[in-house]
């Protein structure tokens, strides 16, 4: 069974800053990643994903990810923030196999990026 | 691109009542899921789908029950509604055993008074 963590809850930030929300995920098999944004009272977007290939992944928005297997990591980045970035941001993660509990996404509890002016 | 829609935003039901939460799909998924997403807890699928009626429990069925007759609508059922069960519920499908990720909807926010 894969699990996710989001290593910070909240993480407060300036305007035009840049930030890196964190996201480790336990797997035996190989995995599909994810990162998505939630903006108040709305559903979840997908903003980047990692299937295969290049470990760097570029998103919507300006966003970006890394994919570092060694270390478990998918980590979001972003090099400088507008005050319309702030919302909640999930990680998750798919097993590499197919049927059952494979179908399913792993999500983690969410990091709430707040920009500041 | 794809769109899921539930079709209330905003609900509010006495304790004890029943309750359906509805969801439609207009691209041909096969697989829909059921999420609540409480404040702390992220997150948690309900029930899933795979193909027209078929369903499998997620991680919290208790006081949960669905229905999918037709491929694009997958409806949850809270038998007899708790204040517990108040939560934002997200409805979500994907194609492909969700290989390429989720397509949510917006949500509805349900209060049990």
């Known amino acids: 069974a894969q699990s996710v963590t989001q290593l910070d809850s909240q993480v407060p930030v300036f305007e035009e800053a840049p930030v890196e929300l964190r996201c480790n995920y336990s797997?035996?098999?190989?995995?599909?990643l994810f990162w998505y944004v939630q903006y108040p009272n709305q559903g979840l977007q997908l903003l980047l994903k990692?299937?295969?290939?290049?470990?760097l992944v570029k998103g919507i928005n300006g966003f970006e990810a890394e994919f570092n297997k060694s270390q478990t990591s998918f980590h979001l980045r972003k090099p400088s923030v507008h005050i319309s970035d702030t919302a909640e941001y999930f990680c998750?993660?798919?097993?590499?196999?197919?049927?059952?509990?494979?179908?399913?996404?792993?999500f983690g509890k969410g990091t709430l990026l707040t920009v500041n002016p | 691109d794809v769109k899921v829609t539930q079709s209330s935003r905003y609900l509010v039901k006495r304790t004890g009542e029943k309750v359906f939460l509805e969801c439609v799909q207009d691209?041909?998924?096969?697989?829909m899921f059921w999420y609540r997403q409480d404040p702390g807890l992220g997150l948690r699928l309900i029930y899933f789908?795979?193909?027209?009626?078929?369903?499998e429990k997620g991680d919290i069925p208790e006081g949960y029950s669905v229905s999918r007759e037709k491929k694009e609508r997958f409806s949850l059922i809270l038998e007899s509604a708790s204040t517990n069960q108040t939560s934002m519920y997200l409805c979500?499908?994907?194609?492909?055993?969700?290989?390429?990720?989720?397509?949510f909807g917006s949500g509805t926010r349900l209060t049990v008074v």
């Open positions: 990692y299937l295969s290939g290049s470990t």
């Open positions: 979500a499908s994907s194609l492909l055993q969700g290989v390429y990720g989720y397509t």
């Open positions: 789908s795979y193909d027209v009626k078929m369903k």
């Open positions: 691209m041909d998924h096969e697989n």
């Open positions: 797997s035996s098999v190989s995995v599909y």
């Open positions: 998750a993660v798919r097993g590499g196999g197919s049927g059952g509990s494979n179908y399913k996404l792993t």
